[in-house]
């Protein structure tokens, strides 16, 4: 089945540690997302990638770092810089060259930090 | 500028009641699309309908239905005989030519009583 895969599906951090999520999509769509969402708000965007090797800041990338290096894969980093890690994090994808195109998400992964 | 307003917070209906989220959407551009997304409670985004923007054309799938009109800058979005497996936020988005970025309206909560 094609699609868009997230682990952990919870996760939970100690305050002052960085943690990456994981992201894999099976579309063979060329831009990826993340998305962050806090309880009962909407979607904000932290990081997308049109292509591989290259990303571009959202508006909320303070605290965040994401990689490229292959087509499937857009891993997320939270790290200690981030002031208020916790909320639920979704990835998504969609295809090159459709700009008019939907967006695909996957399940999500919920980071709490203890 | 782009922007999504979805100004009723939460509805909430007995089921098959019929229900209308308002979606009302600002942009310069002319050529543009616009997205409705469903999210239940386990989370995961779902896709529901695109509209591009040279196309007024209401569309019905179903018991869902959407009726845009560019005229007031509007896309809105009905559930007739509304069922229980109805209650989810939902989103309306926005995304101009040429651009890679959803906007999202903050969200409409529904709540489907038996």
């Known amino acids: 089945d094609g699609g868009i895969t997230q682990s952990p599906k919870y996760l939970f951090r100690k305050e002052g540690q960085n943690v990456t999520l994981s992201c894999e999509q099976n579309?063979?769509?060329?831009?990826m997302y993340w998305y962050r969402q806090d309880p009962g708000q909407g979607l904000r965007l932290i990081y997308y990638?049109?292509?591989?090797?290259?990303?571009q800041k959202g508006d909320i990338a303070e605290g965040y770092s994401v990689s490229r290096e292959k087509k499937e894969s857009f891993p997320l980093t939270v790290t200690s810089a981030q002031k208020n890690p916790t909320a639920f994090y979704l990835c998504?994808?969609?295809?090159?060259?459709?700009?008019?195109?939907?967006?695909?998400f996957g399940p999500g992964t919920r980071l709490t930090v203890l | 500028a782009q922007k999504v307003t979805q100004a009723q917070t939460e509805i909430s209906v007995v089921e098959k009641e019929d229900v209308t989220l308002d979606c009302v959407y600002e942009t310069r551009d002319t050529t543009y699309y616009l997205f409705w997304y469903k999210q239940p409670p386990s989370g995961e985004l779902v896709f529901l309908i695109r509209r591009n923007s040279f196309d007024e054309q209401n569309e019905i799938s179903g018991r869902y239905s959407w009726n845009f009109q560019k005229s007031t800058s509007s896309f809105n979005f009905t559930i007739t005989a509304s069922q229980v497996v109805d209650s989810a936020v939902y989103f309306c988005?926005?995304?101009?030519?040429?651009?890679?970025?959803?906007?999202f309206g903050s969200g409409t909560r529904l709540l489907v009583r038996p």
């Open positions: 990638s049109q292509i591989v090797n290259d990303f």
């Open positions: 998504a994808s969609m295809g090159f060259g459709a700009v008019g195109n939907e967006q695909f």
């Open positions: 579309l063979n769509h060329d831009a």
């Open positions: 988005a926005l995304r101009k030519d040429s651009s890679y970025k959803l906007i």
